[in-house]
């Protein structure tokens, strides 16, 4: 099993990927203080990115912020009703 932290990182890195985006080019995207080595800090793990840092990533990668909270609310939704009913 994963861990969370695991997640996320692998995460990031399958955004910029599915944005066509090297470290470089999407660290020029995000805050002008953002560099490569900060991206590939935030992908290995070595840091843990900023949550708003993680927004100007996902915008930057062309993700749409609220269906990925959505998808995350409905499935969260899910799993508390299958706790609900395996406690019945």
Known sequence: MSSIHEDSRQQLISMRKEAGLTQSELAKRLIPSCTQATVSRWE????????????????????DIGSYISDESEQTKANQSNVNKLAD
């Open 44 to 63: 290995d793990g070595s840091s843990s990115i900023p949550f708003k840092h993680y927004i100007a990533f996902c915008i930057a990668c062309g993700v």
